[in-house]
């Protein structure tokens, strides 16, 4: 018989690299019934999936989960279009450097949530507001990893391509580009991340829909395990879509395995 090996069995493969998070909820539970914590402060992890699972019966849950989704996703899709074309811009010239990069390096270290007043003023209360912010908090990290990505393309590979004649637009389609993409998936996945804490936080400051204000009227209302329990499900959907970005990395960059 052949011995038990992780690798050809992903069932167990996923049971060990994931029971770091059993643990975690095993001594959530613990930590509550026994006392440890208060009650109010962290609920029981059984307390909060009650409440989790009730709001599955409710279709307003859905609403609200399907508008963060949807400021996430149209933010971030913005971000990384107009990132990954202004960051490999600024790697291919000299000019689109000169006036794009102190503004880059400027805001960069400026907490993204500190804007959430002024989007406000400028656009208002509705959709548009979060989308921006979303954009904006995602849009530095997609320059930089595609600038990064961009300026690290091997000499010799561009050289090549201008001794067989290759134009400059060509260059960067068939050579910057694919050779900025490891670097360019890494910044996604971290503007993925930016996405999802820059949609609850401004969410839980002033809206009417919404997985952050769900957060923010469960916990005024002192409804506790059901805040944990939208909590709860932004950080799985977190997790989720990680998992979903990873899977296509994998997928994308496989010509380099």
Not at 33 to 39: F, K, Y
Not at 146 to 175: E, H, P, Q
Not at 204 to 220: K, P, S, V
Request: proline share 5%.
């Amino acid at each position: 018989m052949r011995p038990l090996t992780l690798e050809k069995h992903p069932v167990l493969n996923g049971i060990v690299r994931y029971s770091p998070l059993l643990l975690l909820a095993a001594a959530w539970e613990a930590s509550s019934r026994l006392g440890l914590v208060n009650e109010y402060a962290l609920p029981p992890l059984s307390t909060v999936l009650v409440a989790w699972f009730q709001f599955l019966k409710d279709p307003s849950f859905y609403y609200h989960a399907g508008m963060s989704l949807m400021r996430a996703a149209t933010g971030l899709s913005l971000a990384i279009v107009l990132g990954v074309t202004l960051g490999i811009s600024m790697a291919s010239f000299r000019w689109v450097e000169a006036t794009f990069g102190p503004i880059v390096q400027m805001f960069y270290p400026m907490p993204k949530s500190a804007l959430i007043p002024l989007t406000i003023l400028w656009f208002g209360l509705g959709h548009l507001s979060k989308i921006f912010l979303i954009f904006l908090g995602c849009l530095l990290p997609m320059t930089l990893s595609s600038f990064n990505g961009a300026r690290g393309t091997d000499k010799v590979l561009l050289w090549s391509a201008s001794s067989l004649g290759a134009s400059r637009w060509n260059r960067i389609r068939d050579v910057v580009f694919p050779a900025s993409l490891p670097s360019i998936m890494a910044g996604m996945r971290t503007a993925l991340a930016l996405a999802f804490v820059l949609f609850v936080s401004s969410e839980l400051i002033i809206a009417n829909e919404g997985l952050g204000y769900l957060i923010r009227m469960t916990g005024d209302g002192g409804q506790y395990p059901a805040m944990f329990a939208v909590v709860l499900t932004v950080v799985s959907m977190g997790f989720l879509a990680d998992r979903l970005l990873i899977a296509i990395t994998h997928r994308v960059l496989r010509w380099r395995a």
